[in-house]
């Protein structure tokens, strides 16, 4: 059996994402609620810090793949053949190559940004 077949593997990838993801928002609103006041100057300190860099490089991360599983259930939901006919091979694979090239360059991007 490989990994990414069973679904309640999915369902686990889905929901450690969304605990990181979780996770990194309480990071943000304890900096946020703790800090005195959050001017650009804090801000920019507070992102340009290791750790802070490296957990928002684990939250985009776990952002692509919740993301990427996401697409996958509503194009699997809404592109098949009962709602498209012949066409819902080519509009499917479009959605989700789409939606990849999307998710690779918001990724990308987003490393940019951080580092």
């Known amino acids: 059996m490989k ?4 679904g309640t593997n999915e369902f686990i990838i889905i929901r450690a994402c969304a605990l990181l993801m979780f996770l990194y928002i309480i990071y943000l609103v304890y900096f946020i609620v703790s800090t005195p006041v959050v001017d650009y100057m804090t801000w920019e300190a507070f992102f340009e810090g290791f750790l802070t860099r490296i957990f928002s490089s ?4 776990s952002f692509a793949i919740h993301t ?4 996958w259930a509503i194009g699997t939901d809404y592109f098949t053949p009962a709602r498209l006919g012949g066409l819902s091979k080519i509009v499917y694979s479009s959605y989700r190559l789409f939606c990849a090239l999307l998710i690779t360059v918001v990724l990308i991007w987003s490393f940019i940004i951080i580092w």
């Open 68 to 71: 990427w599983f996401g697409t």
């Open 58 to 61: 684990i939250f985009l991360i």
């Open 3 to 6: 990994f990414f077949e069973s």
